[in-house]
Each structure stands twice: as structure tokens, then as C-alpha cells.
């Protein structure tokens, strides 16, 4: 069975620095691009970025370049994805997913709820 | 780059059929036949629906359609069941990167 589990939200401070996590399973994990998608709350869905675990190709919305780092340990399974500096309008839900191609995302995690208040 | 435009709010009665539109450019929707639907219910994380502008992944009904002309995909669904009600976004591939449309609520009358 294919999971993608995402690690357990998460309170910050504005200023604070935060990596959330997305584990695959029951897939070639190497071979399907993983994906990180926000919503705010009340909001729709934004693609932020993509990366491929068999050769660490990163693709980037040019919305989010600069603002977020995506990263991914084949050793582990896990893909991830991290700010240096959050900002109070960092606070939304993240989901990963996996596709074959970066708009289709056929298996999402269920979510990573990061929350960034003084 | 921006958003691709879906309509804010489309409603059907039960057994009707509803099309969503999703305009874009040529450089994302008109340019590749990379288009997905998925859809949200409240709370929950979103499901593919369609992919490659027409293809249903495996276990989604057929009442489900895409279909795309020019700059344009529309995802149709017949015979609207209680459970159809949801946000529905496309998504487009744009080369180096891919964007979603704003997302369509459907309400199911």
C-alpha cells in the first residue's frame, strides 16, 4: 500500500527556522517526483515545488524560490521541506505528494499544519 | 506566473451534470496536455481525479470527465451524487514548474 506520512504540526515563533518531513512507503521511492503543496487556511491549493529522489532534480514555483528549501533522503525515504527565517504568512497546512510528472500528484500525505505566532 | 482562472462557484441538483473551466495560457494550459483535477472535501487532503487532460486514475468513477480546447480544460461530472460536493482545483504542467487554479466549490443542490 502506498503512504506518504508527514510529520506532526508544528508551533514557531516568526524568525525560527523549521524542517517538516514526508515519509514514503509501497513505492519505488526513487523513481516518482514528491511534492509540496500549501494551503492557507481558507485558501486554495499553491504548488510549491518539486523534487526526484533517483537524482535530486529540484524544480521550484517561482513564488516560493528562496523561500523554502526542499530536500530528500533516499537513505530514509523522506522527503522534506524547510525555512530558514518563518514568517507569520508561513502559517498554513503542507501536504507532500508523489507523481510521476509534477502535476500529478496521485498519493498525498495527510497534511503538516505549521503554525508561526510571536 | 499566475494562477490559473476557475469560476469561484458552480451548483448542479442531483443526476445534472456541471462543467468547471480552468483558463490558462499557452505557456502551461495550451502549451502541454499535462492538466489534473483534483478534489477536496473539508478537512481532508485532496485526490487526483483526472490527469493528462482526459485520464482517470484507477477507482474514480467515469462520471468524471476532462476534456481541453486551446487555453481552456473543463472537468465535466454527470449524474452530480451528494458525495460530488466538494472544492475542485486544476492543475497545469508549465515547464519548469506547475500551477494550480484558484479552486471551484461545488455545491450539489
Known amino acids: 500500500e502506498v503512504q506518504l506520512v508527514q510529520s506532526g504540526a508544528e508551533v514557531k515563533k516568526p524568525g525560527e527556522s523549521l524542517k517538516i518531513s514526508c515519509k514514503g512507503s509501497?513505492?519505488?521511492?526513487?523513481?516518482?517526483?514528491i511534492g509540496w503543496v500549501r494551503q492557507m487556511p481558507g485558501k486554495g491549493l499553491e504548488w510549491m515545488g518539486v523534487?526526484?529522489?533517483?537524482?535530486?532534480?529540484?524544480r521550484y514555483s517561482p513564488s516560493f524560490q528562496g523561500q523554502v528549501t526542499i530536500s530528500v533522503d533516499k537513505s530514509i525515504r523522506t522527503a522534506y521541506l524547510q525555512w530558514s527565517s518563518l514568517k507569520a504568512s508561513d502559517s498554513a497546512m503542507y501536504y507532500c505528494?508523489?507523481?510521476?510528472?509534477?502535476?500529478?500528484?496521485?498519493?498525498w500525505g495527510q497534511g503538516t499544519l505549521v503554525t508561526v505566532s510571536s | 506566473q499566475s494562477a490559473l482562472t476557475q469560476p469561484r462557484s458552480v451548483s448542479g441538483s442531483p443526476g445534472q451534470s456541471v462543467t468547471i473551466s480552468c483558463t490558462g495560457t499557452?505557456?502551461?494550459?495550451?502549451?502541454?496536455?499535462?492538466v489534473s483535477w483534483y478534489q477536496q472535501h473539508p478537512g481532508k487532503a485532496p485526490k487526483l481525479m483526472i490527469y493528462?487532460?482526459?485520464k482517470r486514475p484507477s477507482g474514480v468513477p467515469d462520471r468524471f470527465s476532462g476534456s481541453k480546447s486551446g487555453n481552456t480544460a473543463s472537468l465535466t461530472i454527470s449524474g452530480l451524487q451528494a458525495e460530488d460536493e466538494a472544492d475542485y482545483y486544476c492543475?497545469?504542467?508549465?515547464?519548469?514548474?506547475?500551477?494550480f487554479g484558484g479552486g471551484t466549490k461545488l455545491t450539489v443542490l
Open positions: 492543475c497545469s504542467y508549465a515547464g519548469s514548474y506547475t500551477v
Open positions: 493528462d487532460v482526459i
Open positions: 523534487i526526484f529522489p533517483g537524482d535530486f532534480d529540484t
Open positions: 509501497g513505492y519505488n521511492f526513487a523513481s516518482y517526483w
Open positions: 499557452s505557456s502551461d494550459v495550451g502549451g502541454y496536455d499535462y
Open positions: 505528494a508523489k507523481g510521476f510528472r509534477s502535476d500529478n500528484l496521485d498519493y
